[in-house]
């Protein structure tokens, strides 16, 4: 074998194996829905961040396709020479307007506004005081930054000022960063108390709405708007890839906010702006959530029927309050088992197992969308009581 056989990659993948946690993608062969097809199998999907079941409306395909016809199907640069649309300034209005806040930017992928944003506020001199179970991409984007970096206990106030006062006197800007909603076990930040913490000693405020966008707040505002602190979070990041059913990210705040990653924002200044049909089918997305909270009713309605049941058979769902329902097995094996086993009963969701969560903390992540029928759920539950039984869950 030579160099260029990559074999040091080869161990490492045969360490996953031996761990038990090497995985092959999923093959979605239909539109994301409720029930779709998955290597070949058709199943209730149990897994998609579809929240809202907006990925497959037919009000969005149709703006697409038309923004497609009109403005062909690439922006063909990056913003800041000439793949700027009015299509891109139109969205970034109506999320600002929806927001409820001055301004918004729009990027890629939530991903990259949090890769974006984090390294442009603070620099050299600064910190970030972070919670411990933030998001890949905000543990990413704080090491981009020439910031220092102090986390807190999990949603532990009484912790989060314990750090607060460490850092106050010895830092220029001082940022607190946090998800509003936590993608693995559901649970929902403290923002009220997170924010009165900040003013009182001075800190910034900075929240990943990724999970809460469409989710929490009047028609899916987001977590600062479901608390009432729309005008008092400094920075909110959003996305448009999950309840809004598209693709890309964004952020809203201040004006002036706004301007400085118009110049300092490195995914935004580097990257091919959103195709015209991405754009288009976004819009339409603001425009219906605008008009009726139906959807977000009923995903929400849906989510504690689900909890409820699955919580009646003697499942462990952590401290979920939203509609990721987190089945917690602790055991890697058994995680895995549990997921492989529900999708030869007809049921996709998805095995997480560490390091994206503890050692003992494996678990088979759920989440309820808009788009399931009392009837998927019904039958979700079912299969998770007989494989439940079958794995001692229960």
């Avoid at 999923?26 to 990925?55: F, H, M, Q, T, W």
């Avoid at 974006?116 to 001199?125: L, R, S, T, Y």
């Avoid at 309050?321 to 890697?332: A, K, L, S």
Wanted: proline letters at 2%; glycine letters at 8%.
């Amino acid at each position: 074998m030579g160099i260029h056989d990559l074999d040091f990659i080869t161990a490492k993948l045969n360490e996953l194996k031996e761990q038990g946690v090497y995985r092959k993608l999923a093959v979605l062969e239909s539109p994301s829905d409720a029930r779709c097809i998955i290597n070949g199998k058709s199943v209730i999907n149990l897994s998609s961040n579809n929240y809202l079941g907006l990925a497959n409306n037919p009000r969005m395909k149709k703006a697409s396709i038309e923004a497609i016809e009109k403005w062909g199907v690439g922006a063909g640069a990056v913003r800041t020479i000439i793949g700027n649309m009015s299509l891109h300034e139109e969205l970034e209005k109506k999320l600002a307007e929806f927001k409820h806040v001055e301004a918004v930017l729009v990027f890629s992928s939530g991903f990259t506004a949090n890769a974006g944003v984090i390294q442009a506020v603070v620099d050299k001199g600064d910190v970030i005081i972070s919670d411990e179970l933030n998001h890949a991409s905000i543990i990413d984007g704080s090491r981009l930054s020439k910031a220092d970096v102090v986390r807190y206990k999990h949603s532990d106030m009484a912790d989060l000022e314990r750090v607060i006062n460490e850092v106050k006197d010895k830092y220029n800007v001082k940022l607190i960063i946090t998800d509003g909603v936590f993608s693995m076990d559901g649970d929902i930040a403290k923002l009220p108390e997170i924010v009165e913490l900040a003013e009182k000693h001075g800190c910034l405020t900075y929240v990943d709405d990724a999970h809460s966008s469409g989710v929490l707040g009047n028609g899916g505002r987001g977590s600062a708007h479901h608390f009432g602190l729309s005008d008092r979070v400094d920075i909110q990041i959003g996305t448009l890839s999950k309840a809004i059913g598209v693709v890309g990210g964004y952020v809203a705040g201040r004006k002036n906010l706004i301007e400085w990653l118009n110049h300092r924002g490195r995914p935004f200044l580097f990257s091919t702006a959103a195709p015209p049909s991405v754009a288009a089918a976004c819009i339409e997305a603001v425009n219906i959530l605008s008009e009726s909270t139906e959807l977000s009713d009923k995903m929400w309605d849906n989510a504690k029927y689900f909890k409820q049941k699955l919580d009646a058979l003697g499942f462990n769902t952590g401290k979920s309050e939203t509609p990721i329902t987190p089945v917690i097995t602790g055991d890697t094996q058994k995680a895995v088992m549990l997921s492989k086993r529900l999708f030869e009963e007809g049921v996709f969701a998805q095995s997480i197992v560490f390091p994206t969560v503890a050692k003992d903390g494996a678990r088979v992540r759920t989440i309820v969308t808009a788009a399931h029928t009392k009837n998927d759920l019904d039958e979700a539950v079912a299969a998770f009581e007989k494989v439940g039984k079958e794995l001692d869950l229960i």
